[in-house]
C-alpha cells in the first residue's frame, strides 16, 4: 500500500507534458569520433531553434524528442572537436550517427559554453572528470601519466601519501571508493603500494568521478565512484600508440575488425627496472658479501573487441589483467609474491526504440595475493582473493524531454578466500594452516527519473533497493537519491542533493599506504554493512562564455565505521572479527573551483575546505581495546584529514609543436600517530634493555607540516611521416621543496662502562627526523602515434 | 638526434644529482604529557621476589645524565608493594638490587623464593605516597619443554642452523617466548620473539638461520607465557617499530594492569624448558 503514493506521483510526472498537444519525433543516435570511431561521452545535441538540447549518456546514446518539421537544426558538440550542424526532415522517428572530428575548433568559444550550460541545466552535481589528454600532458613521478593521479588535483579529492594514488573522497576512506573498469570491479588500483595505479593511460577513454549526488544506478561504497571507460579501438584504421619512460613502455594497438562498424584494442605496459637489476647483481655475484637486489616489476594488459551487430545492437567484450611481481632467490632462502587484478567484462547495447536504450554486462572481477616461501627443508604459502561474478542490466528511457528514466539491476556473486595459510616442513613433522572462505550475495535494483519542471527547474528522484546473503545473514535496505537544480538564470545554477549509500564489502588495512595485502571482507553477522548519507548544496556561474565557477558545500554521515584495534593482527587471523571496532563519523566541508575547458590556455583551480572526526568506537571482541574514548581521548581524525587543498592546474599550447604545463598544490599536512611520552623496559635476564619505548595514547595527534610543490611539464611534438611523437619532459617537485613522507623519532646514544667489562648503551636524546620521498626529479618519455 | 640526446643526458645527470639528502633533523612539538607508573615484576619459581617500579617520561624530556642520579630520575621510591599468595601478604622492600652481570636492576626485593605453584594466583598491589594503587594478578604456567635440538648443516656449506621443537597442546591456547643465547645467557639473545599457536597443528618448530659453525654453543628457551605477557610484549615491539613507519599501525603497550595510578608494565610469571647444544656434524 505504501508504494502506492509514488507511483501513482510517477504516472503524475510522466502525464506532465505540455508538448503532447504537437505532434513529435524522436531524434536518436549515438555521437562518435569520425577518425576512429570511439563513441563520446557527454557530447551536447542542441536544437537551438527550438531552444532544445540533450547529451550523450556514458555510452555515446542520446535520444530527443522534437517537434514535427520539415526542417530542424541541430548542432552536435564536444569539447575539443569541431561542432557538427545537421538539418534534418523530421517527419518521423530520425536515427542520426552523429560524427565530429577534431582539428581546427573555430567555436571553440561557442563549444565550451554549451558544454558549461549542459552543466548548469544537469542536476548532476558533485562530479568531477578527466581526459586522458590532461593525464597524459600533465607532469608526473617519473613520466608515467596515471589518470588516478590527475583525478586527485580536483578538488574534494585529497590524495593520501605524497605521490601515491590513494583517494580520500569528502572524508571518505579509500576502501569507500567504488572503482569500476568497463562495469567491472577494480578490488586494488594500485601497483607498487599505491605509486601507480593499474590504469594504463593509453587504453583509457575517461575517467569520471562522483563525490555525492549518486545515480541511483551506483551503489555498495559510500564515497565515490570511479567509473573507468575503456576505448572501444580504432574501428577506421590500424593504429597504434605507445611510450618508452625511465622505468615502463607501452604499447597499444587497435583497428577495425570490419570497417566503421567494429574494431578491436589490445595496450600493455610493463616496468623493466628488474632487467637492470639483475645484470647489476649477475656483475655482482662472485663477490661474498653481496646480497643481491630482490626481482619487482608490474605489468598490464587490456584487451577489448567492439563488435556492431546490426543498427540495434553492439557487443563488446573486454578484459584486464595486472601483476606484481616481487621475487628474491638465493640458496637457502626464496620468496615468491605477487598480486594482482583480472577483470572481464562482456557487454551488450541494444536500442529498443528511439526512446529506450539498455546495457546488459556480465563482468568477472578477480583480486588476489599469494605469497610462497621456501626455506630448506620448510615451505610457506599464503594467500587472500575476492572473486566477484556480476550481472547487471541497466535501461535509459526517455518518454519525452522532461524525463529521463533509468532504471535496471544488479546482482553480484562475491567468492572470499581470507589468509588462507599452509606451511610446514617437507617431513610433514611440523604443519600450520589457516583460512577461512566466505561468499556472498549482493543485489541492488532501482528506478530514477530526471524530471525537467521547467528550463529553471528540474529534479533527478530515485530509490536503490540494496541487499546483501552471507550465510543466513541478509540485509538490505532503501537507498534514497535525490537532486534537484534551479536556475537562476542561464549563467546561475542553484543545485542540492541528498544520497544514502549502503556498503557491504570492508577491507582489512591499517597501514597508512595501500598494501597489497589488505583483504576485503564481507559483513557478516556481527559485522553490519557500513552506511553514509551526504546531502550536498552548490552553485555554479559561468563567467563570460569560458569561466565556469562552481562552489559546493557538503555534510556526510558516516555509520558502522570500520578501525581496529590496538595491536590488532590482520595477516592470517582466523578469528579476524575479533579486531574489529565499529564506530561512527561525519564529514563536512566546501570545494570551489573555477575552470576553464579550451582555449590555448586551459586548467582550473580547486580549492576545498574540510574536516572528518570519528567516534564512539566499540570493538567486538569483549577484551579488545581501542585508544580513545575509553582512555577519555575522545573524537579522533583520521591520518587523511586534511584542512585546506588547492590545486592549480594549468596546460598552455604555445604552437602545434610545443605545449607547457604546471600544477601546484598545496595541504594541510597529514595527521599522525606519535607517542607523546616515553618509558624504559629493561626485560627478562637474557633480553636485552629498550631505553626508548614509546607510550602512544590519543590517536593522531600530530599534525605534519604543509606540502606543496610545483610540477612542470614540456611536451614537444614532432609529426614525422609515419604519424606523430611527443617527447615530455617533466619536472616533478620543481623548487625542491623536502614535503614529509613521514616522521620518526630516533635516541641517540653514549655508550658507557657498566662495570664488570661491560660496556652499556645509554640514551643521550631524541631526535625527530623528517623523511621526503622525492627531491626535484625531472624524467623523460617517449610517446608515439602511428 | 643530438639535439635530442643532449636535453636528455641532461636530464638524467639532474636525476642523479638531486637522488640524495631526503632526510633531515626537524623540531616538532607533541602533545602534554602525564608521567606513568612502570612496573615490571617477573615472578620465577626458585628465585627471591624482585620487582622494578619505574616512571614514564615526555618523549623529549632529556635524559638525565649518566653520572648524576640517573635511577633517581627514573626509579619510583617510597612505594608500598606487596605479593600476596595464598592469601599471605609478602612485604616488599625498597631495596637497590643490580646484578653486574647482566645490568638488571630492581628497586623493590623480597627474600622468599618463588614456589613453582601451576594452580594458585599471585596478586600484585602497590601503593604510591599519594594513596594510587597499581594491581594485577598472574599465574606460573606448567613448563613447556623442549622436545629436541637439531643441528642441520647447508649442503655444501660449514654453516649450520638449529630447529628448537616442542610439542604443543592442540586443545588449549597457547602462547610462548622464544630466546635464542649463543655462548652463554649472560650474552644477549640472538632470537627473542612472542609466538602463539593459532595456527599449529601440534609440533612446533622454531628455526635459525645458516649462521653456526662446528662448536658453536647454542642455548634455547622456551617460556610458557600467558596471553597478558604475550599481547604485552607483541605490543611493545610494534609501539617500537611503528615509530614513524608509515607501513605500519601504531599501536599503544597493551597493559593489563588494574588500580587507580594508570600504570603501564607487566606482571607475570616465568617457566620456561631450556636446552644447550654445541654444533656439531
Do not use: C
Given at each position: 500500500m505504501k508504494y502506492l503514493f509514488p507511483v501513482f506521483l510517477f504516472c503524475f510526472f510522466l502525464s506532465m507534458n505540455p508538448a503532447y498537444a504537437q505532434e513529435r519525433f524522436t531524434l536518436s543516435g549515438v555521437a562518435r569520433d569520425a577518425d576512429n570511431g570511439e563513441t563520446l561521452i557527454g557530447a551536447t545535441i542542441l536544437?537551438?531553434?527550438?531552444?532544445?538540447?540533450?547529451?550523450?549518456?556514458?555510452?555515446?546514446?542520446?535520444?530527443?524528442?522534437?517537434?514535427?518539421?520539415?526542417?530542424?537544426?541541430?548542432?552536435?558538440?564536444?569539447?575539443?572537436?569541431?561542432?557538427?550542424?545537421?538539418?534534418?526532415?523530421?517527419?518521423?522517428?530520425?536515427?542520426?550517427?552523429?560524427?565530429?572530428?577534431?582539428?581546427?575548433?573555430l567555436q571553440e568559444v561557442t563549444v565550451q559554453a554549451n558544454s558549461y550550460r549542459e552543466q548548469l541545466s544537469s542536476t548532476e552535481m558533485s562530479v568531477e572528470t578527466v581526459t586522458t589528454r590532461e593525464a597524459r600532458l600533465l607532469p608526473v613521478l617519473l613520466g608515467e601519466s596515471d589518470i588516478l593521479k590527475t583525478i586527485q588535483l580536483k578538488p574534494g579529492i585529497p590524495s593520501g601519501s605524497e605521490g601515491t594514488t590513494g583517494l580520500f573522497v569528502r572524508g571518505g576512506s579509500s576502501d569507500q571508493n567504488l572503482i569500476v573498469l568497463d562495469e567491472a570491479i577494480v578490488y586494488n588500483p594500485n601497483h607498487l603500494f599505491g605509486f601507480f595505479s593499474t590504469f594504463n593511460t593509453d587504453a583509457v577513454k575517461d575517467l569520471k568521478l562522483y563525490k555525492g549526488g549518486f545515480p541511483a544506478a551506483y551503489g555498495g561504497r559510500l564515497s565515490s565512484v570511479i567509473d573507468v571507460k575503456l576505448k572501444e579501438g580504432n574501428n577506421q584504421k590500424i593504429?597504434?600508440?605507445?611510450?618508452?619512460?625511465?622505468?615502463?613502455?607501452?604499447?597499444?594497438?587497435?583497428?577495425?575488425?570490419?570497417?566503421?562498424?567494429?574494431?578491436?584494442?589490445?595496450?600493455?605496459?610493463?616496468?623493466?627496472?628488474?632487467?637492470?637489476?639483475?645484470?647489476?647483481?649477475?656483475?655482482?655475484?662472485?663477490?661474498?658479501?653481496?646480497t643481491p637486489i630482490p626481482d619487482y616489476f608490474f605489468y598490464d594488459l587490456n584487451t577489448k573487441v567492439n563488435l556492431g551487430l546490426g543498427k540495434k545492437d553492439r557487443l563488446f567484450v573486454s578484459g584486464y589483467f595486472g601483476r606484481d611481481v616481487f621475487g628474491f632467490d638465493n640458496?637457502?632462502?626464496?620468496?615468491?609474491?605477487?598480486?594482482?587484478?583480472?577483470?572481464?567484462?562482456?557487454?551488450?547495447?541494444?536500442?529498443?526504440?528511439?526512446?529506450?536504450?539498455?546495457?546488459?554486462?556480465?563482468?568477472?572481477?578477480?583480486?588476489?595475493?599469494?605469497?610462497?616461501?621456501?626455506?630448506?627443508?620448510?615451505?610457506?604459502?599464503?594467500?587472500?582473493?575476492?572473486?566477484?561474478?556480476?550481472?547487471?542490466?541497466d535501461f535509459y528511457y526517455e518518454p519525452n524531454n522532461q524525463h529521463t528514466i533509468r532504471f535496471g539491476f544488479n546482482t553480484a556473486y562475491h567468492l572470499f578466500t581470507v589468509g588462507r595459510l599452509k606451511a610446514g616442513s617437507d617431513d610433514g613433522l611440523v604443519q600450520f594452516s589457516a583460512g577461512q572462505d566466505f561468499d556472498g550475495l549482493e543485489l541492488g535494483l532501482y528506478f530514477s527519473d530526471e524530471i525537467a519542471f521547467s528550463d529553471r527547474f528540474s529534479l533527478n528522484a530515485g530509490i536503490r533497493l540494496s541487499g546483501f546473503l552471507n550465510d543466513s545473514t541478509f540485509y538490505g535496505a532503501p537507498e534514497p537519491r535525490l537532486a534537484a537544480r534551479y536556475s537562476l538564470s542561464d549563467r546561475w545554477s542553484l543545485k542540492a542533493s541528498y544520497a544514502r549509500m549502503f556498503q557491504y564489502l570492508h577491507l582489512v588495512s591499517s597501514a597508512g599506504v595501500a598494501l597489497p595485502?589488505?583483504?576485503?571482507?564481507?559483513?557478516?553477522?556481527?559485522?553490519?554493512?557500513?552506511?553514509?548519507?551526504?546531502?550536498?548544496?552548490?552553485?555554479?556561474?559561468?563567467?563570460?562564455?569560458?569561466?565556469?565557477?562552481?562552489?559546493?558545500?557538503?555534510?556526510?554521515?558516516?555509520?558502522?565505521?570500520?578501525?581496529?584495534?590496538?595491536?590488532?593482527?590482520?595477516?592470517v587471523n582466523d578469528e579476524l572479527e575479533e579486531e574489529f571496532a565499529i564506530g561512527q563519523g561525519e564529514a563536512y566541508g566546501l570545494e570551489f573551483s573555477i575552470e576553464k575547458k579550451q582555449g590555448r590556455l586551459s586548467g582550473w583551480i580547486g580549492y576545498t575546505l574540510a574536516l572528518i572526526r570519528l567516534s564512539d568506537f566499540e570493538t567486538l571482541a569483549p577484551d579488545g581495546r581501542f585508544a580513545q574514548e575509553s582512555e577519555g581521548f575522545g573524537p579522533f581524525s583520521p591520518i587523511y584529514d586534511r584542512r585546506h587543498d588547492l590545486s592549480v592546474v594549468a596546460l598552455f599550447e604555445i604552437s602545434r609543436r610545443l605545449a607547457a604545463t604546471a600544477t601546484f598544490v598545496y595541504g594541510s599536512g597529514d595527521l599522525r600517530w606519535l607517542a607523546p611520552g616515553r618509558f624504559t623496559f629493561q626485560d627478562i635476564y637474557g633480553a636485552s634493555f629498550e631505553a626508548v619505548v614509546p607510550d602512544y595514547q590519543a590517536r593522531n595527534n600530530y599534525r605534519l607540516?604543509?606540502?606543496?610543490?610545483?610540477?612542470?611539464?614540456?611536451?614537444?611534438?614532432?609529426?614525422?611521416?609515419?604519424?606523430?611523437?611527443?617527447?615530455?619532459?617533466?619536472?616533478?617537485?620543481?623548487?625542491?621543496?623536502?614535503?614529509?613522507?613521514?616522521?620518526?623519532l630516533e635516541p641517540e646514544y653514549e655508550t658507557v662502562d657498566g662495570g664488570g667489562g661491560n660496556q652499556i648503551e645509554i640514551p643521550t636524546r631524541i631526535a625527530a627526523k623528517q623523511v621526503s620521498l622525492f627531491p626535484i626529479l625531472p624524467s623523460f618519455t617517449w610517446n608515439f602515434k602511428f | 638526434m643530438a639535439r635530442i640526446m643532449l636535453p636528455l643526458s641532461f636530464f638524467a645527470l639532474l636525476s642523479g644529482m638531486f637522488s640524495c639528502n631526503l632526510e633531515k633533523e626537524v623540531d616538532i612539538e607533541l602533545p602534554a604529557y602525564e608521567p606513568r607508573y612502570v612496573v615490571e615484576c617477573y615472578l620465577e619459581p626458585g628465585k627471591p621476589i624482585t620487582l622494578l617500579l619505574s616512571r614514564s617520561a615526555p618523549y623529549f624530556k632529556p635524559f638525565p645524565d649518566i653520572n648524576q642520579d640517573f635511577l633517581d630520575n627514573i626509579l619510583v621510591d617510597s612505594a608500598d608493594v606487596s605479593i600476596i599468595y595464598n592469601g599471605v601478604e609478602i612485604p616488599l622492600e625498597n631495596r637497590l638490587?643490580?646484578?653486574?652481570?647482566?645490568?638488571?636492576?630492581?628497586?623493590?626485593?623480597?627474600p622468599v623464593n618463588v614456589p613453582y605453584d601451576t594452580v594458585n594466583p599471585f596478586e600484585l598491589r602497590i601503593m604510591d605516597r599519594a594513596g594510587q594503587i597499581i594491581s594485577a594478578t598472574t599465574r606460573i604456567l606448567p613448563v613447556v619443554p623442549i622436545d629436541s635440538l637439531v643441528v642441520q648443516f647447508a649442503e655444501n656449506d660449514t654453516l649450520a642452523r638449529v630447529l628448537t621443537y616442542i610439542?604443543?597442546?592442540?586443545?588449549?591456547?597457547?602462547?610462548?617466548?622464544?630466546?635464542?643465547?649463543?655462548?652463554?645467557?649472560?650474552?644477549?639473545?640472538?632470537?627473542?620473539?612472542?609466538?602463539?599457536?593459532?595456527?599449529?597443528?601440534?609440533?612446533?618448530?622454531?628455526?635459525?638461520?645458516?649462521?653456526?659453525?662446528?662448536?658453536?654453543?647454542?642455548?634455547?628457551?622456551?617460556?610458557?607465557?600467558d596471553k597478558a605477557y604475550h599481547d604485552f610484549l607483541e605490543s611493545l615491539s610494534d609501539a617500537a617499530s611503528a615509530n614513524g613507519n608509515p607501513f605500519a599501525q601504531p599501536s599503544p603497550v597493551i597493559s593489563e594492569l588494574g588500580g587507580t595510578a594508570d600504570a603501564i608494565g607487566i606482571f607475570t610469571g616465568l617457566s620456561y624448558g631450556r636446552k644447550t647444544i654445541v654444533v656439531s656434524r
Open positions: 536544437a537551438p531553434g527550438l531552444g532544445l538540447g540533450t547529451t550523450s549518456n556514458e555510452y555515446g546514446f542520446f535520444s530527443i524528442s522534437l517537434p514535427a518539421r520539415d526542417s530542424v537544426d541541430v548542432v552536435v558538440s564536444y569539447v575539443g572537436y569541431q561542432p557538427r550542424a545537421y538539418r534534418l526532415y523530421l517527419t518521423a522517428d530520425t536515427a542520426l550517427q552523429a560524427e565530429l572530428s577534431t582539428g581546427v575548433q593504429s597504434g600508440s605507445g611510450g618508452i619512460g625511465l622505468i615502463a613502455s607501452r604499447l597499444t594497438l587497435e583497428g577495425p575488425i570490419r570497417k566503421g562498424n567494429s574494431s578491436f584494442i589490445v595496450s600493455g605496459r610493463r616496468t623493466y627496472v628488474d632487467v637492470f637489476t639483475r645484470l647489476i647483481n649477475r656483475a655482482n655475484s662472485r663477490k661474498e658479501d653481496y640458496d637457502f632462502f626464496n620468496f615468491n609474491f605477487d598480486w594482482g587484478n583480472a577483470t572481464g567484462t562482456a557487454r551488450w547495447n541494444h536500442v529498443f526504440s528511439p526512446r529506450l536504450f539498455a546495457n546488459t554486462a556480465f563482468t568477472y572481477s578477480d583480486y588476489q595475493y599469494n605469497i610462497t616461501s621456501r626455506i630448506t627443508g620448510f615451505s610457506f604459502r599464503v594467500g587472500s582473493n575476492i572473486r566477484d561474478a556480476n550481472l547487471k542490466s595485502t589488505d583483504l576485503w571482507y564481507p559483513s557478516t553477522r556481527r559485522v553490519k554493512p557500513q552506511r553514509s548519507d551526504q546531502l550536498a548544496l552548490g552553485v555554479s556561474y559561468l563567467l563570460g562564455e569560458q569561466f565556469l565557477l562552481s562552489w559546493e558545500t557538503y555534510y556526510k554521515f558516516l555509520d558502522r565505521q570500520l578501525q581496529f584495534v590496538d595491536g590488532a593482527q590482520l595477516f607540516p604543509p606540502f606543496h610543490r610545483l610540477d612542470l611539464g614540456l611536451v614537444i611534438r614532432f609529426f614525422p611521416k609515419w604519424g606523430e611523437s611527443n617527447l615530455s619532459l617533466n619536472v616533478v617537485n620543481a623548487y625542491d621543496r623536502r614535503n614529509t613522507f613521514f616522521i620518526y | 638490587i643490580l646484578n653486574p652481570l647482566t645490568l638488571k636492576v630492581f628497586n623493590y626485593y623480597a610439542t604443543d597442546d592442540p586443545a588449549e591456547s597457547n602462547y610462548y617466548r622464544r630466546m635464542m643465547h649463543k655462548g652463554s645467557l649472560d650474552s644477549l639473545a640472538i632470537q627473542d620473539f612472542a609466538a602463539d599457536d593459532r595456527l599449529a597443528e601440534g609440533v612446533i618448530a622454531f628455526g635459525t638461520g645458516f649462521n653456526y659453525a662446528v662448536g658453536d654453543t647454542l642455548i634455547a628457551t622456551i617460556f610458557h607465557i
